[in-house]
Each structure stands twice: as structure tokens, then as C-alpha cells.
């Protein structure tokens, strides 16, 4: 073990560096003096014992990554005990699934399903009610023009099918600075999206992010690697910026899409969902909706009360449950509802005061 004393300097910390990559870094420790050099020590009036006690505190150079574990004590507890402030992240639309599910601060999320599925409406379901919960947003909706997909989360903002001009001003107003908007139609560049992100979580405290979906970005079907390495981005994203991001993706089509397939049905490289935090896989009851048709105007309650989608968790890393989901889809809305019963939730109330003309929120 060797004991390395040099000036207290820029040029005794590069000597340092110097010395010990020549020596083994394992095998020394950095002696550091409250002066120059150990001759301005002596200098001073302190004697070897003085100087025994900084030799006895010396400083291994253990690199940067590596820690004990009682380092993460005051984490651990925080674990077990977090404070009421606390952003344990977000729920799911759904009161039923309560803490069962969590989107939570630093993890991405799969959502998965093959095409026609809801994928796109559920995933805006559940960004409107993270609103609610003081969730800020950004969604890239690859696929569809802005003002489609925000006509179609106003109407579940709404709770109905047509809700007034002034009522849909007052959602707008209500998403605010809460709800921002990826403005690219058709493929985008990969490494833009992440830049674009960084900067809207820096600049206005956005953390949820949104990619709807991932073969709309310049990244090819069979290019396994570049799919890894982009969602590796997201995972590294997520966790420097401690935000929540949701990539969706689609399912392989199968023979037919009256099962809802699981995790290793996801288009593209196994990474896409061995990276991810958690996996959701999105599927619509097809098999439901064909006996409703054929039934025409006698439809048994008993199908009726099936579910009109499942959303089925195949992973959650940090979760200690992978539930299953059934939702029933309101047409009026378009959103996605915990039972057959249940009715739309109004995310912004909203009355006129017709005596006086105003609008009141």
C-alpha cells in the first residue's frame, strides 16, 4: 500500500494521477494536507503525530462507480418510508388498479398491441388523467396530425361526443402549459425526439414523454441493434431527467387478433421489452364485438358484460403485481371505463351561465 503526498495544487493533483495509474490505482491512498506540501506543514509548528493522523485519514482512489452499499442507507429508507412529498409517480386511469400498476418517475413503458387495437386512444387516456395528477406531458404522435389526436383527447377530456366551443376552450386553457405537442407527422428522427425531450423536461419541467409509435421513427423493422440502442437512450433518459416515458409499439399479427399475444409478440428486437421498465400488451375483444354485430338489437346482457379491451401487464420491474385490466370503452368519450356501469369522468367541469353569456370553468 502506497501512500502518495504530493503539493496541494493542480500540478500535485496531476502528479497524483500520474503516479498512481503507474502504480495501481488499487494500491494507493491519497494523503491530503490543510497546506502546501508536508515541508509548509512542518513549517507551521506541527510535529509527525500531527502529521500521522492525515496519514491515517488517506483516501483510497476508488472510482467514482463504485460505493458500498450502506452509501444508499438514507435511499433505502426513503424505500420503505418515502416522505409525504414524494413522487412515487403516477396512476392509471382506473381506481380499481390503484398502486397495482404505477408509471413511475425514471422507468419507460412498453405499451404494445397489434394494430386497430386502442393502443393510441388508451395511451391518451392515461396521459389526460396523469394530467389530472399534476402530470406535465409531451406527446409525439407520429401518425397523426395534432389537431386529431388533441380532437380526440379533448373529447375524453370532455367526457362526451360533442362538447361546446367554449367548452373545448376551456380544456385547451386547462391543458395549458401541462399538455405540449412533438409537431412531426411520419418519421422522425430518433435522436431528435430525445433532444427535443431533454429540452422540454430542462426548460419547462415536463415527465411524461410520450412516442406514439416506434415504426414511425427512421429506425428499421429489422435493424434489432439500433432498436436497442434507442430505447437504451430512453432508459438512460428517463433516469438522468427522473421522468416517465411510454414508447408504443406494435404486436406481430397473428393468424387472427382474437388473443391478445404477450411480450414476445412486440415487433422488432427482444431488447425493446427486456429494456423496459414495465410492459403493457393492449387488446381489443374483438370476439365480443362480432357477436354484438351478429346479435344486432338482441344482444344478451351476458356479452354486454364482457370486456370491450384488456390491457394485460407482462412486466413491472419495480412493481410487485403484473395485473390484468379489463376495461369497457365508451363510444360517446372514447374513454376507457373500469366496469360496465361505470360512466365518463368529466376531467374539466364546465357550465354556462346563460343569463349573463359567460363561460364558467
Not at 418510508?81 to 380499481?96: E, I, V
Not at 395549458?176 to 407527422?185: A, E, S, T, Y
Not at 382474437?258 to 421489452?273: E, L, Y
Not at 370486456?307 to 412493481?319: L, W
Request: aromatic share 10%.
Amino acid at each position: 500500500e502506497i501512500y502518495l503526498c504530493m503539493d496541494n495544487d493542480a500540478g500535485g493533483n496531476a502528479a497524483i494521477e500520474e503516479i498512481a495509474s503507474r502504480l495501481g490505482r488499487h494500491r494507493c491512498r491519497i494523503v491530503q494536507l490543510p497546506c502546501k506540501d508536508a515541508n509548509d506543514f512542518l513549517k507551521s509548528g506541527k510535529d509527525t503525530f500531527d502529521l500521522a493522523k492525515h496519514f491515517n485519514d488517506a483516501k483510497t482512489m476508488d472510482p467514482v462507480e463504485l460505493k458500498p452499499a450502506s452509501h444508499f442507507q438514507d435511499d433505502i429508507i426513503r424505500e420503505f418510508y418515502p416522505p409525504d412529498n414524494a413522487s412515487l409517480g403516477f396512476f392509471t386511469p382506473w381506481n380499481k388498479v390503484g398502486n397495482k400498476l404505477m408509471l413511475r418517475p425514471g422507468e419507460v413503458t412498453i405499451l404494445a398491441g397489434v394494430n386497430g387495437h386502442g393502443k393510441s386512444e388508451g395511451t391518451g387516456h392515461i396521459v389526460l388523467d396523469a394530467i389530472k395528477q399534476g402530470v406535465k406531458a409531451c406527446i409525439a404522435s407520429l401518425e397523426f396530425k395534432p389537431a386529431k389526436w388533441l380532437y380526440r383527447l379533448t373529447r375524453q377530456g370532455a367526457g362526451i361526443q360533442e362538447p361546446s366551443v367554449p367548452y373545448i376552450q376551456a380544456i385547451q386553457e386547462w391543458f395549458g402549459d401541462r399538455l405540449w405537442v412533438f409537431d412531426v407527422v411520419g418519421t422522425a428522427k430518433a435522436d431528435k425526439i430525445i433532444e427535443v425531450f431533454e429540452y422540454a423536461c430542462r426548460r419547462y419541467g415536463l415527465k411524461l414523454f410520450v412516442i406514439d409509435n416506434l415504426s414511425k421513427l427512421d429506425i428499421g423493422l429489422d435493424n434489432y441493434d439500433k432498436q436497442r440502442d434507442f430505447v437504451d437512450q430512453l432508459t438512460d433518459f428517463a433516469k438522468d431527467h427522473d421522468c416517465h416515458v411510454i414508447l408504443v409499439a406494435h404486436s406481430r399479427k397473428a393468424f387472427d387478433d382474437s388473443n391478445a399475444g404477450g411480450k414476445f409478440d412486440v415487433k422488432g428486437s427482444g431488447a425493446i421489452t427486456d429494456l423496459a421498465d414495465t410492459v403493457l400488451i393492449w387488446w381489443r375483444n374483438r370476439p365480443k364485438e362480432e357477436k354484438v354485430r351478429k346479435a344486432a338489437n338482441n344482444v344478451d346482457s351476458s356479452i354486454l358484460e364482457k370486456p370491450d379491451a384488456v390491457v394485460r401487464c407482462e412486466k413491472q420491474r419495480n412493481g410487485e403485481e403484473e395485473p390484468v385490466i379489463c376495461l369497457w370503452f365508451d363510444k360517446a368519450s372514447h374513454q376507457f371505463l373500469p366496469s360496465y356501469k361505470a360512466k365518463p369522468k368529466r376531467y374539466v367541469e364546465f357550465s354556462v351561465k346563460r343569463f349573463k353569456g359567460e363561460a364558467a370553468l
